[in-house]
């Protein structure tokens, strides 16, 4: 069983077995994944109390816990020629921004951004599924495209600049019920995650010189979701790893988990 770290000595299972509701019911459960989030509410925001350790180019780490927020803008924009809603999650020294539509194939992302601590990465995502239009609970889900982009960042004090392209795969799915207690209240939740993985090649430029490195990023989340209220608690996994030729890897990261404080839906 694919399982994920909730906290210190406490493993997380992604895909587990269905309650007995599930079960004995004639049709199975099934959601739009946009809708079930609350990323389809524009102007909605939740406030959560988080806990974040991130790690640097320079290994270094750095633990926050503190309140965060994310918001969904009131006004679209345009990624990859699809009219998106903009999600934000205001986190400690980092923001995370992400485009997200919906249509009758399904709910796509279109951008991955982040910014602060741990650099400035933007990733521009074509054709990327994320989930089929309705999910059945108990099922999981698979896709691929591909993607672009480019990195700022600083490594030693020294200016990292580069653009990249290659291919993505999608895993998402949703697993079971689940009582969720937070400050905003109880809530049962549906349990779910989905995983972005990028891989590909970078020209990178840094202490002026030009290098083609191998490049990957991943991002995992599990989330726990309740309809017409959106994500009660999360946890995010994020790393974005460079190879050069003859060399070893080497990585920024962020963990992190929220659970919710306080919503306002529009």
């Known amino acids: 069983m694919l399982q994920l770290t909730d906290r210190v000595g406490a493993n997380v299972s992604l895909f587990e077995p269905l309650e007995p509701r599930c079960l004995l019911s004639g049709a199975p459960e099934s959601y739009n994944l946009m809708s079930l989030l609350g990323y ?55 923001t995370l921004t992400s485009a997200w539509y919906s249509n009758s194939k399904g709910t796509f992302q279109s951008l991955s951004f982040t910014s602060g601590a741990i650099g400035e990465l933007n990733i521009t995502l074509h054709d990327t599924k994320i989930a089929p239009k309705s999910m059945v609970v108990g099922q999981t889900y698979h896709d691929t495209g591909t993607f672009d982009g480019r990195i700022n960042d600083d ?26 207690r937070t ?51 999360h946890i995010t996994s994020a790393t974005v790893t460079y190879q050069a030729p003859d060399q070893d890897p080497f990585s920024t990261k962020l963990d992190e988990t929220s659970s919710l404080a306080s919503y306002v839906l529009p």
């Open 40 to 94: 389809d509410r524009r102007g909605a925001s939740w406030k959560y109390n988080t806990i974040a350790t991130y790690v640097d180019l320079d290994d270094e780490t750095t633990t926050r816990s503190q309140s965060t927020k994310v918001n969904i803008a009131t006004a679209q924009a345009k990624f990859d020629g699809q009219l998106s809603n903009v999600v934000k999650f205001y986190g400690p020294d980092v």
């Open 183 to 233: 400050k905003a209240g109880s809530y049962d939740a549906i349990k779910g995650s989905y995983e972005v993985t990028v891989t590909g090649k970078l020209k990178l430029n840094i202490a002026g010189e030009t290098i083609n490195v191998d490049f990957s990023a991943d991002q995992n989340t599990v989330f726990w979701a309740v309809p017409n209220v959106g994500v009660a608690k």
């Open 155 to 180: 490594v030693l004090g020294e200016s990292l600049t580069g653009t990249f392209s290659g291919n993505d795969t999608v895993t998402s799915g949703l697993s079971r019920h689940q009582t969720i």
